[in-house]
């Protein structure tokens, strides 16, 4: 007999949790994609996963770091092409592997 699963929805606690360890994810995916760039992907599916389960939305700036379709790791001029428009103000990201095009709003603040 299968074992009913009870969901609790996620307490603040541990979404805040599950949004470190995805920063930690990237961190990790940028330190070693040099080397082992399927590493680097399959760090950014954990984050997903982890996203996906802890209902948690990726921060402006790591949507532009993976590949929504194909959660590949994003290092511009490698995986991805980056190119921006003044008029309306977009970043235009294109994933060199599965070749979607990514639009996002242009950062005019940035947080750094
Ligand atoms: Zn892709």
């Known amino acids: 007999m299968p074992r009913r699963r009870i969901?609790?929805?996620?307490?603040?606690?541990?979404?805040?949790?599950a949004a470190e360890r995805i920063e930690h994810l990237f961190e990790?995916?940028?330190?070693v994609f040099r080397k082992r760039s399927e590493l680097a992907d399959r760090y950014v599916q954990?984050?997903?996963?982890?996203a996906a389960r802890y209902n948690i939305r990726f921060?402006?700036?790591?949507?532009?770091?993976?590949?929504?379709?194909?959660?590949?790791?994003?290092?511009?001029?490698?995986?991805?092409?980056?190119?921006?428009?003044?008029?309306?103000p977009r970043v235009i990201?294109?994933?060199?592997?599965?070749?979607?095009?990514?639009?996002l709003p242009y950062e005019r603040k940035r947080a750094k």
């Open 46 to 50: 954990i984050a997903w996963k982890l």
């Open 93 to 103: 990201i294109t994933c060199l592997r599965c070749g979607r095009i990514t639009r």
């Open 28 to 31: 990790l995916a940028e330190g």
């Open 59 to 88: 921060q402006p700036h790591l949507k532009r770091k993976f590949c929504r379709r194909c959660k590949s790791f994003w290092v511009p001029g490698t995986t991805c092409r980056v190119r921006t428009r003044p008029d309306p």
């Open 7 to 17: 969901r609790r929805p996620p307490t603040d606690e541990y979404k805040r949790l």
